[in-house]
């Protein structure tokens, strides 16, 4: 009941940060370049952008994403577990796998999404209250066409300066993408009552619903 009463209290004063947080976005134009995919088989990005919780929860309720899986990338496959990861200096990134149907969803829009509010693209290597190496903003591309979209989608806005400071993305090539621990899957969605989840994550949510209505769904794809 304690518990209980704690979290009812989180909540009511949370609420009204939550609102002002989900007022900040800051909805991009679509990309002049948004090349189409090869073939008609699902596709694969991986993005990151602060804690995986909130990202993976933003891209689960995407359309044309079949599946956003929490991870590491970046780094060496003994120091992919989230207890060497929250060091800051394993060289991984907590990362979100995102496999889409191209035909659904383009990589263009994905892109969208992701510099509008998945996170802050202006904010080096933290969002939030997350400090670090592991939650800079990157994108781990697989293909040329991935780096080239990604960097001209990047000069884009920064050349119509729509953010009041410099985008801070980075790219890096994808050498291995390993899927985090079980317990990190799904969490915004097993624990939407969690006070962090609350005030850094949900707004994420709300944004891509109000802002992105065609892309948006109420059932996100779950990785169980």
């Not at 940060?17 to 990309?31: N, T």
């Amino acid at each position: 009941m304690r518990l209980a009463a704690t979290l009812v209290a989180a909540l009511i004063i949370l609420a009204p940060l939550r609102a002002s947080a989900a007022e900040r976005a800051v909805v991009l134009p679509a990309p002049a370049y948004d090349p189409p995919s090869a073939s008609g088989s699902e596709q694969k990005l991986v993005v990151a952008g602060g804690c995986f919780w909130g990202v993976q929860g933003v891209f689960q309720r995407v359309k044309g994403v079949s599946r956003a899986v929490s991870g590491y990338a970046g780094g060496a496959k003994e120091t992919a577990h989230y207890d060497k990861v929250s060091r800051g200096d394993s060289g991984h990134a907590e990362s979100v796998e995102i496999t889409y149907d191209p035909k659904i969803v383009s990589l263009g829009d994905l892109l969208r999404v992701y510099f509008s509010v998945a996170h802050d693209p202006t904010q080096l290597n933290r969002q939030g209250p997350d400090q670090g190496a592991q939650y800079r903003s990157t994108i781990f591309v697989a293909t040329p066409e991935q780096e080239k979209a990604t960097r001209d989608y990047i000069a884009q806005p920064s050349n119509a300066k729509v953010f009041s400071a410099p985008i801070v993305t980075t790219l890096e090539p994808l050498k291995v993408f390993y899927p985090a621990e079980s317990y990190h899957q799904d969490y915004l969605v097993r624990h939407p009552a969690q006070p962090y989840i609350v005030y850094n994550d949900l707004p994420k949510i709300d944004n891509l619903k109000r802002l992105f209505p065609s892309l948006y769904r109420e059932s996100p794809a779950l990785t169980n």
